[in-house]
């Protein structure tokens, strides 16, 4: 819609300046990526608020490197041959079981109610204030909401079976933000307050960096980078 609106009123990126709104120049996290919007899965292009390890990333990320993800998935898929499911096929039997057990429930608990029980655990256990034992216990209690929300959920409908699994997909990044907490050990302001770690209350400079996290065989694995440097 973007686009077509500015073909109509005659405007070219290549030529025309946008003033645009300032942002705050800040750091935030998300799926970190490459120059032309790949990430580390074959594949797959992020653009957009995903994206981590940028500087004022609103509108750059949406639109300029949008543009360039766009560029990059359509010429990696004219290289690509049609993949083969039988590799897939017991992962994705087993999902599809998992989606119409939800669907199929008569009873059970709401996406709302699995929401609530996770914003009421991030807020108490990763709050503000933090601490390795409270961090080690909420990730505890977080594993055993997410198993039972597995077991209980119910859907009247596809929209609510999407919120179900949404509701999932937030229990998964609570669980990442939590090991990310316990492997930053230092206290740190940011825009936003300053977020403390009880037991490492000073700042440690050697963490002024990002941090990466991977997923291998089921457990964290975790590096730091250097921030990409700001454009001037």
Known sequence: LTLQQMKELGIDLKEDRIEFTFYEPRTVGGLAIGAKGETNVSGLFAAGDVVGNIRRGVSPAAYAIGWLAGESAAKYATTQKPSSTIKATAFIEAQNDFYHSIIERKSGATWQEAVLALQ???????????????????????????????????????????????????????EAVMQCVLERKESRSSRYGTIARVDYPKIDEKMNKLLMMKLENGNPEFRWREPRATIK
């Not at 209980?152 to 937030?170: D, F, I, S, V, Y």
Request: hydrophobic residues 40%; positive net charge.
């Open 120 to 174: 009421n655990l991030m807020s108490y256990y990763s709050g503000d204030f933090r601490y390795e034992t409270l961090l080690k216990a909420g990730l505890a209690h977080l594993r055993k909401i997410r198993q039972r929300a597995q077991n209980t959920l119910t859907a009247k409908n596809p929209h609510e079976l999407m919120r179900c699994l949404e509701a999932l997909n937030l229990m998964d990044i609570g």
